[in-house]
């Protein structure tokens, strides 16, 4: 097996996940309900940071930040500007114009003033007919005369041309589609702004072709005449083509793709893709229109209409929505959008702000989808780095292994369409409810009594005492000796004797078997006690096993009947299983044979509980009764008191202090000697755990 390293260069991935992490996160979940598949649905949608601070988000997250992307843009952007860009090109080709006109009648003014000028100079031959200095007409003179009366009525035309041209403009609508209406109709005078209205219908009416046909916008850059009745057909073949699959045929798609493929955008493989594509285009439009005010909506109609109508394809881009309709009604997914910013933009600017905001709109719409783990595949993660960021994308792909993860990590295991969980996850589990309970524990917590009897059996202690018969001659050295000195006083050597051994004390660690015994009576899932009592027990559980593997442990589910149970039942314990009625009479019964078969070390029952009895068997048959009658509770206490003459001790551990099971627990305790503990579901695990630690060390001399 080879190895290649490399210098780090900040590409490559590291993953966030660790298993033990995530299912340590998952533990109390798991504990809760049992359910696999829910508890990692609930982990996919809350996302996870581990210990060294790195964030997966879970989808609510990936929410989160998807609506606060999109509301960014609804409070930057302003779509009035779309109209008022539009607007302000229009006045300057009108202004254009203006100044144009406004030049020949000033020069048309200033040729008039110096005809006048030189008329009326000395010596000047008046003009008139019949008067002094008028001309007389000699054949070989020119035609002076007639060129002087003719530009005069030039300048005048000239003159009553440019008022009448100033007074259109004038009269022009304010609405930019009124506008454009007219001056298409309109007689420029002056070349240059002639030009730049064209320039502008041309520019127009490529952003609108682009509107529709993405893969446009290269083609149309300078498009002739000739390039847009190439479009012209090629809108007439979509049309036939789809017409076509309304019809129920089977139109020959790759021949249209072959001749106008190069008009639509990479990705487009089949005639749905293509249907989908135009679809969405069209949904961007109506968005955008949708976005506007009336005004403005009205004023962009207008303006659209008349821009392919004039490019002769007004009919056919109108049925070619008809066509998409008919071929995929539901296909479309418009919407307005509420913009509240300031920052304009142009019609461009605008549609490919409308495909990102629908693009997100498609994108929340998938994540809300997703109901389970397989409902993650259907997320697109390129789109999701696209819109939301690179980080956002890789937590993504981390949810989608989660399930993978933990059965490579030997944590989970399939059973068909289930999903369970291993041995190593339940001890796993154990270990994490075992530090839990145990970083919460106080210096001054229940259960640590200091008990002055010290054996053998256990682990070696700092204390030593004098060497008696019997016990482990493990000596302490240094006692010893010192001993001898003060015996024998200073000096060497010296002379050891048997009174002056001393030895180790050692703990001496009582071996006992415990019957764990819950109560899973509907009031404990009610009072949210079962988790606690689930807790400790798989936590009691692991501390068996990892300290005092002698020890025995059995779990005891009860409710109107008892039974026993293993730590892998624990997490999928539900209420609906047990039915109603706390028969302790039953849960006691049941554990005094469990712990019959041991017979040295301490037994003892550590109950968890909420609620005194009510119910007991009767003849083979389970009694239920609420409140609790006489008989329950002299049944219940009879089996007690087997227990106690069986030297099993009962230990209570109350999650409520209830008038009724307080009575009956003082009963209980004045007939076992057994202890009683009030105990919140969130200190439960320190009182049971350091209890059972400190009852295993016991002292002798």
């Known amino acids: 097996m080879h190895y290649r390293y490399s210098r780090w260069d900040g590409t490559q991935e590291v993953s966030p996940f660790d298993p033990d992490e995530v299912i340590e996160n998952l533990a109390e979940e ?26 997966t988000m879970g989808l609510q997250q990936l929410m989160d930040r998807l609506r606060s992307k999109r509301q960014e843009r609804l409070d930057r952007y302003d779509l009035g500007g779309i109209m008022d860009q539009i607007k302000e090109m229009l006045d300057e080709v009108i202004r254009t114009e203006r100044d144009a006109i406004d030049r020949r009648l000033q020069e048309a003014s200033a040729t008039k003033e110096d005809a006048q000028a030189g008329q009326d100079e000395p010596g000047t031959p008046q003009a008139a007919d019949g008067e002094p200095g008028a001309p007389s007409a000699s054949p070989g ?39 454009i209406q007219q001056l298409q109709d309109y007689d420029f005078m002056d070349p240059a702004a002639r030009e730049k209205f064209q320039e502008l219908l041309k520019l127009l009416q490529q952003q609108l072709m682009q509107s529709y046909f993405q893969g446009m916008q290269q083609s149309m850059q300078s498009m002739s005449p000739q390039d847009m009745a190439a479009a012209g057909q090629m809108l007439r073949d979509l049309n036939q083509m789809l017409r076509e699959r309304v019809q129920g ?4 798609f790759q021949e249209f793709m072959d001749r106008w493929g190069q008009n639509f955008p990479d990705g487009i493989e089949s005639l749905d ?9 069209i949904s961007q439009m109506q968005s955008l229109m949708q976005s506007m005010s009336s005004d403005q909506r009205r004023q962009l109609q207008e303006m659209a209409e008349q821009l392919m109508q004039q490019a002769g394809m007004s009919d056919e881009l109108g049925e070619l929505a008809e066509l998409l309709q008919a071929i995929a009604p539901g296909g479309r997914h418009d919407r307005p959008y509420p913009f509240r910013g300031d920052e304009p933009v142009s019609f461009m600017e605008a549609m490919q702000l409308m495909e990102t905001l629908q693009q997100m709109d ?18 697109d993660a390129d789109k999701v780095r696209e819109l939301l960021g690179e980080d956002a994308g890789e937590s993504l792909d981390q949810l989608k292994e989660l399930q993978k993860l933990l059965e490579d990590a030997g944590y989970v ?27 919460h524990l106080k210096r001054d917590s229940f259960g640590k009594h200091e008990i002055d009897i010290h054996g053998p059996g256990g682990e070696r202690t700092d204390e030593s005492k004098l060497y008696e018969f019997g016990d482990p001659f493990v000596l302490d050295m240094h006692q010893t000796m010192m001993n001898a000195i003060v015996r024998e006083g200073p000096g060497t050597p010296i002379h050891l004797a048997p009174p002056d051994f001393e030895v180790h004390r050692h703990e001496l660690i009582t071996q006992s078997s415990t019957v764990i015994v ?10 949210g006690c079962i988790l606690a009592a689930k807790k400790v027990t798989v936590a009691l559980n692991s501390l068996i096993k990892g300290l005092y593997p002698r020890d025995n442990l059995y779990i005891i589910a009860f409710s109107a009947y008892a039974r026993e149970i293993s730590a892998e039942d624990l997490p999928s314990l539900t209420w609906a299983d047990w039915g109603y009625g706390t028969n302790m009479q039953h849960a006691f019964m049941l554990s005094r044979q469990l712990l019959s078969r041991h017979k040295s070390g301490t037994k003892q029952v550590i109950l968890v509980t909420d609620g005194e009895p009510t119910a007991h068997f009767e003849g083979g048959h389970v009694e239920f ?6 008989r329950t509770y002299q049944e219940t206490l009879r089996e007690v008191k087997r227990c106690t003459q069986d030297h099993v001790v009962i230990n209570t551990f109350m999650m409520e202090r209830g008038r009724y099971l307080t009575e009956f627990v003082d009963q209980m305790t004045r007939i076992n000697k057994g202890r009683a503990f009030y105990a919140t579901p969130d200190r439960l695990g320190e009182y049971v755990l350091v209890d059972y630690v400190d009852n295993k060390r016991r002292s002798v001399r």
Not at 274 to 279: D, F
């Open 30 to 55: 798991l504990l809760g309900d049992g359910d696999v598949r829910n508890a990692l649905e609930r982990f996919m949608q809350r996302g996870f940071q581990n210990r060294a601070g790195d964030q």
């Open 249 to 252: 045929g089977d139109p020959n």
């Open 273 to 281: 893709d293509l249907v989908a594509n135009l679809q969405d285009r």
């Open 518 to 527: 819950l109560d899973m009576s509907r009031s404990m899932f009610l009072r």
């Open 413 to 439: 295991t399939r059973n068909g369409d289930e999903l369970e969980l291993t041995p190593r996850a339940m001890r796993k589990i154990g270990e994490k409810a075992l530090k839990d309970i145990f970083q």
């Open 625 to 630: 009764a609420y409140p609790p009658t006489y």
């Open 141 to 179: 003179q020119g035609s002076e005369p007639r060129s002087s009366e003719d530009d005069q009525r030039l300048r005048q035309m000239l003159e009553q041309m440019g008022r009448k041209h100033l007074d259109q403009l004038d009269a022009l609508p304010p609405d930019v589609g009124g506008r």
């Open 362 to 379: 498609l994108l929340e719409r998938d994540i809300q989808q997703v109901r389970d783990l397989e409902g993650l595949d259907k997320i």
